[in-house]
């Protein structure tokens, strides 16, 4: 279903926002950043406006995201029809032995398990329940 234009732009400029204060940025500190007026980036928080694609790419570059984000939140780009590309990628890394891409994955899934973004597609590894991020090592001890 597609939304409405209007809806995309709130939807956008909200999660630029939450973005924003996830990174600790002030508006004007983030509108420095990407080289945009502040009144202008407000605007695009609120939904007001409809920032170019090169604008989105210097808000991106700001907050650390990759552009295409921005780009199919915004409905330049279509989103990746499969969710699971990423799991194949890991697991074709050729930089990783087989131990570090099933530790990878294993992790990366857990966490979408604990987040609620868990589908039907998410395979574990020899059909295990997901792991706890706890007992996969994240954020434990180095």
Do not use: C
Not at 7 to 34: C, K, N, V
Not at 112 to 119: D, I, K, T, V
Not at 126 to 138: H, I, M, R
């Amino acid at each position: 279903m597609v939304k409405d234009i209007p809806d995309r732009w709130a939807d956008l400029g909200e999660f630029i926002r939450q973005q924003r204060e996830t990174a600790r940025l002030s508006l004007r500190r983030l509108s420095e950043i990407a080289g945009i007026s502040n009144p202008y980036l407000s605007q695009i928080e609120r939904g007001l406006r409809k920032p170019s694609a090169e604008i989105l790419q210097q808000i991106a570059k700001g907050l650390h995201l990759s552009a295409e984000t921005l780009y199919v939140r915004a409905g330049i780009l279509e989103p990746d029809s499969d969710d699971q590309d990423l799991v194949r990628r890991i697991r074709t890394d050729a930089f990783l032995d087989p131990y570090q891409r099933e530790a990878l994955v294993r992790i990366y899934l857990s966490f979408r398990h604990e987040n609620g973004y868990a589908g039907p597609d998410d395979v574990f590894p020899d059909d295990e329940d997901p792991p706890s991020a706890a007992a996969s090592g994240a954020g434990g001890p180095r």
